[in-house]
């Protein structure tokens, strides 16, 4: 009766065991992703740096160890909450232990790992690094999980399968290359826009997992190595050549035609009163006076070739301001971020008000002379430039309220894929294409390979 007993036992687990496995992948926590191919690389994902205390918790009974050692330092039950603070040392539950990094030990947790509230697959480590009051939290995990928790931040899911698939081997491949970017504070890619934004389970979503499954181990290979793959939102026309945005030229980051027209970010307009302008390049220690004109040229239709000011789709390489006592030359980029401006793909128009009243001399019947103030209501007037400078210089009167138009193309840096071009280019793929993916990622990025690597 036993056998038979241990028999049905078995049976009974084995049939829990398959039931489990069919449930969604967001609920099974630290299993492999594709079980026959294994977990691939695993990434160390850097969640937060410098902190004076966190709060772990776990939905099963859970170990804290000793990272290098792995002896146990202490054992919690299911939905306890351990705060690990630093006083020079790490104190669990104000208990303090010897060692300067301690881990949550991996398990089956259901959903993830707990820190401050959110959840995460595969491990969490903590650690006090040399000479630092604060504490490092780092979630390792193998990248394909990695991706789940930013495929859907970066992307609606929403969006038609192959552009979040194009996205899905962007990412991956951005991953990868840039394994150990912060290897000097103990982990490889931090979790913010620095690299890429990672929100851990709660990020997930079935359709962009599915886009991340989907294209399991696929990376963008250039001669035999993975690259990075830069994405911006929405490049406003034509995307740009690496060396016209970060100075570097790398050979499948080429300016190509966008097909973002008519998508949010396709244009846009900002604008700022001459004496704000002054104000923010003041205070970012610019000493150039006060701003008397702004020299760029004219933006034209894409591609541009031989353009000292601009690169080939229009963006802004450099401008200069002018002031009284001196002038200043920023890149595109420098006055992007002074403006807060979504890109540097811009063209810059001066409104001057006109003068509210003038002055005139009247002499009356009497012949006395006096001077009235004779209000008048003209449009302001629009300069685009002067014709003796090629257009290319934007005088400032000097008059209050004077207004520093920019009407602007795209958003983000523009360089590599466009992921409102590639949801548009997904929504016009022939239907039932499953590879199309392949298809927008060799148009954003110039002669790669998509390969698989794991
Ligand atoms: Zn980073």
Redesign the pocket.
Known sequence: MKGVYLLMRKIILTVLAFALLQLPAVVLAAVNVRGENGPGDMIRV?LWTNQSSIILSADTDFLIVDTDSKKVLAKFAAKDKVAVSAKGKILINAKAVTGRSISLQPGNYKTGIEVNKRHYRGTITVFLPQGKDGLTVVNTLPVEQYLYGIIAKEISPGWPLEAIKAQAVAARSYALANKN??GREGFD??A?T??QVYGGMESENIKSNRAVDDTYGQVLVYKGRVISGYFHSSAGGYTENSENVWGTAYPYLRAVPDFDQGTPNFSWEQRVTADELQGVLQRAGYTIGKLTALELSPLSAAPIANSIDRGISGRVKSILLIGDRGSANLTGIQFRSLLGLRSTLFDIEIITPNDKKIEVRITDSAGDREIKEIPINLPPTKQKGFLLDRGNVHHLSGRPNEVIVINGFGSGHGVGMSQWGAKVMAEKAPQNNTTYFKTILQHYFQGVEIKKIY
């Open positions: 850097g970017k912060h890619v931090c913010t620095d690299c």
